[in-house]
C-alpha cells in the first residue's frame, strides 16, 4: 500500500510538471497578473491597516473604548476581554488582517483561546476600501453598498450562532501595556505587515496560476469560470464579473457568496497567521459557509422584499 502511494505521488509530480511546461505562458501571465492586483488592490487597502492595527493592539490607546463596549458585546456573544475591539477592528481592516489581530491579542493575553476560536469564525470582513473599489466597477454605489452592509451584518448572525456557551474566563480584562514608544512600535509594525503581504503576494500567485490553467484546459462558460475563479481568489473573479452578460442580481448574488467564502486563497492565508496557534481553523471554515448562506438569502430577501 505504501509503495502505491509513493508511485501515485510521483506520478502526480510529472503530471504536474508536464502541466506546467506545457503552460508556460500561463505561468508567466499569471504572476504579472497576480503581481499587478496584488499591487493595486490589495498593497494599498491592506499595507496602512496592518501597521495601524498592529500599533494598536501593543500600545493603550483603546483602554477607554474598551471599557464602554466590551461589557455589552460581551454579554451578547459570551466572549470576555478585549473581544469588541477585535470585531471593530477586524472591521476597518479586513481579511486577512482580522486573523492577524486575533492571533496579536491571544498572545499578549488579551483575550482568551476561547474567545480567539469564537472571534476566528464571525471576523470575516472583506478590507471595505478593497470592495468599493473593486465592486463599484461593476455595479451602481447602492448596490455597492447593499453588498458591503450585507457583507458585513452577516457576521452578526454567525456570532449569535457561535454564542451557545458562556466562557470561563469571563475574568480576562484588558490592561495596561508597558507601551513602548512609536519610533519602535512602527519599525516593527512595518516589518510584520510586509512579512505578512509577501505570503498574501504568494498565496494569490499559486493560486491565481492553478485557476488559468484549469480554465485554459476545461472550457468553462463564463460564469463557471468566474466561479472557478473566485473559489480560489476572489480578486481576479471579482474583477472580471463585467464579462458576464447575465441580469444584474445574477452578478450581485455571484459577488456576495464569493466575498462571503473568501476563496481558497485567503483561507491558505488565514490557516498561515493561525499555524502557531490553538485557534482553530475548523470554526474559521464552518463560519464561512454559514456566511455564505446567510450573505446570499439575505440579499435575495431584502431585495425582493424591501427595494425590488
Known sequence: MNN????????????????LFSNNLIINKSVLLAFSLWLTKVFPSLFIMFILNDIIINSNILLFLNNFISPIFNKIFHTSGTSSL?????????????????????????????????LISFTFFSNPLFLYNILSLNFNHFITFKIIIIHYLAN???????????????KIIFK?????????????????SFNILISILGTITFYMIITNILINIIPFSNTGQIIIQGFFEITQALNSLNILNTASIIKEIIAIALISFGGLSIHTQVLTIISDTNISYKNFFFGRILHVLISTSSYLFITYCFIG
Open 4 to 19: 502505491l502511494k509513493k508511485i501515485f505521488t510521483l506520478f502526480l509530480v510529472f503530471v504536474c510538471f508536464y502541466i
Open 86 to 118: 477585535a470585531f471593530l477592528l477586524a472591521i476597518f481592516s479586513g481579511t486577512p488582517a482580522g486573523a492577524f489581530i486575533i492571533k496579536e491579542m491571544l498572545m499578549n493575553k488579551q483575550i482568551s483561546k476561547e474567545d480567539a476560536n469564537k
Open 156 to 170: 452578526l448572525f454567525i456570532g449569535l450562532f457561535y454564542r451557545e456557551k458562556k466562557n470561563s474566563e469571563n
Open 176 to 192: 495596561k501595556n508597558n507601551s513602548k514608544p512609536l519610533y519602535i512600535l512602527i519599525p516593527s509594525a512595518i516589518n510584520k
